[in-house]
């Protein structure tokens, strides 16, 4: 899964990853207390070894590519997350 640090709301945000067998497409977000499951008007394809990074100048987070799982190539896609 990837993961990062929101400054702007204070939150963790964690997306996809594997479930054992299945690359995962879900959004969560962490407040300290308590998981949120985010339900984005578009995500991203399911997929693990993104990467995500906060950037501060624009109060957005960032994923960056990662692998299908099961298959040969590494996606070069870019999101953005703007709570």
């Not at 578009?42 to 070894?49: D, E, I, L, V």
């Not at 990074?53 to 624009?58: G, Q």
């Amino acid at each position: 899964a990837a993961m990062a640090y929101d400054a702007a709301t204070g939150t963790v945000i964690l997306f996809g990853g594997v479930n054992g067998s299945s690359a995962l497409s879900d959004t969560w977000t962490w407040d300290g207390a308590t998981w949120i499951q985010q339900s984005p008007a578009t995500s991203p394809p399911a997929r693990y070894g993104a990467r995500i990074t906060y950037n501060a100048s624009t109060g957005n987070a960032a994923l960056f590519g990662g692998t299908i799982l099961n298959e040969a190539y590494f996606l070069g896609d870019t999101w953005t997350w703007a709570p």
